[in-house]
T-cell receptor, first 108, second 113 residues
Framework: QKEVEQNSGPLSVPEGAIASLNCTYSDRVSQSFFWYRQYSGKSPELIMSIYSNGDKEDGRFTAQLNKASQYVSLLIRDSQPSDSATYLCAVRNDKVIFGPGTSLSVIP | KAGVTQTPRYLIKTRGQQVTLSCSPISGHRSVSWYQQTPGQGLQFLFEYFSETQRNKGNFPGRFSGRQFSNSRSEMNVSTLELGDSALYLC????????????FGQGTRLTVV
């Protein structure tokens, strides 16, 4: 079992829709969770961090964490073509482990 | 506030050579982590340094090594390069490393021919 898994893509959503990105992790003692966005040919850019169960909202982005289910998600409301990128879930226990990423395409 | 700076941006090396990559973290950040990114393997953790000490290490052969200086700048070295070492090498800095957000540099694109 991989340490961090993400729903396989590519994920395509129409402009203005909600994009839902999911991530599961295997190490129960993980304490910190991060979502990064990576455009093609660029380095990852931090979008959100979440440390406690529940929801955390920042603009059009909402991160959700459920430690009991070992599940993290990222919702993007009112998706824009500029949101088209690969989204990486990262989980920290003693080191930061990244998931394989989900490619999102927002169709105008 | 300047971001994470990695040099050089691009490198072409021959098999068997060695290479040194440099990373200057955000001012005040004391933790630097290194990652290798390839299309097939995604982002793989190499090692993390904090206050000049290696705090964690990933599952890479001993040809991959690193160090951190007293000003928190870090270098990684790859000896006896192999074709499979061709990748984007990223470093990320964070203030303390534990439960804090990490910010990436632009990366060094290494091509081994």
């Amino acid at each position: 079992q991989k340490e961090v898994e993400q729903n396989s893509g590519p994920l395509s959503v129409p402009e203005g829709a909600i994009a839902s990105l999911n991530c599961t992790y295997s190490d129960r003692v993980s304490q910190s969770f991060f979502w990064y966005r990576q455009y093609s040919g660029k380095s990852p850019e931090l979008i959100m961090s979440i440390y406690s169960n529940g929801d955390k909202e920042d603009g059009r982005f909402t991160a959700q964490l459920n430690k009991a289910s070992q599940y993290v998600s990222l919702l993007i409301r009112d998706s824009q073509p500029s949101d088209s990128a690969t989204y990486l879930c990262a989980v920290r226990n003693d080191k930061v482990i990244f998931g394989p990423g989900t490619s999102l395409s927002v169709i105008p | 506030k300047a971001g994470v700076t990695q040099t050089p941006r691009y490198l072409i090396k021959t098999r068997g050579q060695q290479v040194t990559l440099s990373c200057s973290p955000i001012s005040g950040h004391r933790s630097v982590s290194w990652y290798q990114q390839t299309p097939g393997q995604g982002l793989q953790f190499l090692f993390e340094y904090f206050s000049e000490t290696q705090r964690n290490k990933g599952n890479f052969p001993g040809r991959f090594s690193g160090r951190q200086f007293s000003n928190s700048r870090s270098e990684m070295n790859v000896s006896t390069l192999e074709l499979g070492d061709s990748a984007l090498y990223l470093c990320a800095s964070s203030s303390t490393g534990r439960n804090t957000e990490a910010f990436f540099g632009q990366g060094t694109r290494l091509t081994v021919v």
